[in-house]
């Protein structure tokens, strides 16, 4: 398996986006709704699956494009193709607020694993499929469930993750506790499994939850601050209900409340 090489620039801070160069007949693959902008002389094209050469024949095809359904993910990719005479330029944004992470997988042995909604685009010829877990504990209490996803070839990969990311790079043997939901991705040296939190006040008030995730190396890890799961129930929690008021308008004080509690009544 040959990837394409390409060159990448990340722009921006928080809410980043991703451009990538393309010499002539290279391509890129993306998630669909990933796509921001591109240079005239890229062609735009719809595929099955992930458009590598590892899914042969068209049960092959089926067969990996299925895969894509377990992990949350639509049948269908994009691919950007650089039909011009020189080089064109193609940007993918991420989702929400946080950080895009370049992965070159020959650094991490020609596979990656990571959460389900992380991969954002990669060069032509990567392919991207699933990673079952073989731990019955590990599916249930793990935050990512059975299915992660697997990305496996020799070029360049980009994943995306929630608020400040961290990358810590695990010995053998050395173990790191994580919040099942923080994880972004590790390298396929390390061992991902989960452990149970301990303690009656710690299970009842502690507010972390029931289990932690345990990685143990050798091996690459990268953690997230802020995963778009805590960040989604934190905005659910705080959503006008009922008649369409705000947290504050309920409140004995009315909008001499909302003018005392400041920002907290979003």
Sequence with gaps: MTAHEIDYDIIGEEMQYVEIELDPQEGVIAEAGSFMMMDDGIKMDTIFGDGSNKDKGIMGKIFGAGKRLLTG?????????????????????????????????????????CQKDAFLCAAKGVSIGIEFSRKLGRGLFGGEGFIMQKLEGDGMAFVHAGGTTARKELQPGE?????????????????????????????????????????????????QSLPFSRLANRVLALAPRGGGKSKGEGSILGGLGDLLDGDNNF
């Design 175 to 223: 173990k790191l506790k994580i919040d099942t939901g923080c994880i972004i991705g590790f390298s396929k040296g390390v061992n991902y499994d989960i452990e149970f939190v301990g303690g009656i006040k710690n299970t009842i008030f502690g507010g972390e939850g029931l289990f932690f995730a345990t990685l143990t190396g050798p091996g690459v890890v990268y953690i």
């Design 73 to 113: 993910e639509s049948l269908f990719m994009t691919a950007f193709y650089n039909e011009a005479i020189g080089k064109k330029r193609v940007s993918f944004a991420s989702p929400y607020p946080g950080k895009i992470i370049p992965i070159d997988l020959t650094n991490y042995g020609g596979k990656f694993i």
